[in-house]
């Protein structure tokens, strides 16, 4: 599920926001999952517990946190999520830029500029091909693709082990590469327990990689040949 949040101090005005992208899910259909915050200590604790959000949008000033230090955390979580301010004044200052946001809304906000944004939001984010989905401990999850180093299997689980941190959920490995391959070219099964983003690949030797962080994963015998043919062609 997509997860959109919205943060600003301003009770009446947060309301507002929300309800209009509620009434814009409802017209194009899509399962978004819209949470509103007064406070920005709250938005990092969600993120911190329930994964991270592809949409965020921000009032710069926010009573107990400067919007664009919030903004900046948040694109330091996942450097993937769109940053949108929302406020009553026009900022030029470069601190605004420094977080590349996608746009800026300046209040009152209209309902028809919103749902523009919104629809070009969706095209940016170009969700299917540049997340994986899955689901763990009773949420939903969305993980940026270039922020995985590589699946790993684990009985009746498998282990996601991000740039960032680690998670688990019920699968299996095999489903996990069909996804990945339809998705992006650039994971590799090395082994029946491991399936590796080639990014993260610091070394290859042949019978293990290295990947980033010094771990070192083994390579299958049988697939010793073929991994070394994608590496050598990856890299050349």
């Known amino acids: 599920m997509l997860r959109l949040a919205i943060c600003d101090n301003d009770v009446s005005f947060l309301n507002y926001l929300y309800y209009s992208?509620?009434?814009?899910?409802?017209?194009?259909?899509?399962?978004i999952d819209i949470l509103a915050f007064e406070d920005g200590d709250d938005l990092l604790y969600n993120i911190e517990e329930n994964g991270h959000f592809q949409i965020v949008l921000i009032e710069i000033r926010l009573k107990k946190r400067?919007?664009?230090?919030?903004?900046?955390?948040?694109?330091h979580k996942s450097s993937s999520t769109i940053i949108m301010f929302v406020s009553s004044h026009v900022y030029c200052h470069k601190r605004v830029y420094s977080v590349h946001p996608f746009y800026f809304f300046t209040k009152p906000v209209r309902y028809t500029e919103l749902a523009l944004i919104m629809k070009k939001t969706l095209k940016r984010l170009d969700i299917d091909n540049q997340v994986f989905y899955f689901y763990h401990k009773n949420h939903n999850y969305w993980l940026p693709i270039n922020e995985i180093v590589y699946f790993f299997s684990d009985g009746r689980r498998v282990g996601v082990v991000s740039i960032n941190k680690n998670y688990f959920f019920y699968d299996k490995l095999d489903a996990v590469n069909e996804v990945m391959q339809n998705k992006a070219n650039k994971f590799i099964r090395i082994?029946?327990?491991?399936?590796?983003?080639?990014c993260y690949i610091t070394v290859y030797q042949p019978d293990n990689v290295i990947m980033k962080g010094n771990e070192s994963?083994?390579?299958s015998r049988s697939k010793r040949s073929l991994?070394?043919?994608?590496?050598?062609?990856?890299r050349n």
Do not use: C, F
Request: glycine share 4%; proline share 2%; net charge positive.
């Open 227 to 234: 991994i070394k043919n994608i590496l050598h062609k990856e």
């Open 217 to 219: 994963l083994p390579i």
């Open 21 to 31: 992208l509620r009434k814009w899910v409802i017209s194009v259909g899509l399962n």
């Open 66 to 75: 400067d919007g664009l230090s919030l903004a900046t955390q948040i694109v």
């Open 191 to 198: 082994h029946k327990s491991y399936l590796v983003n080639m």
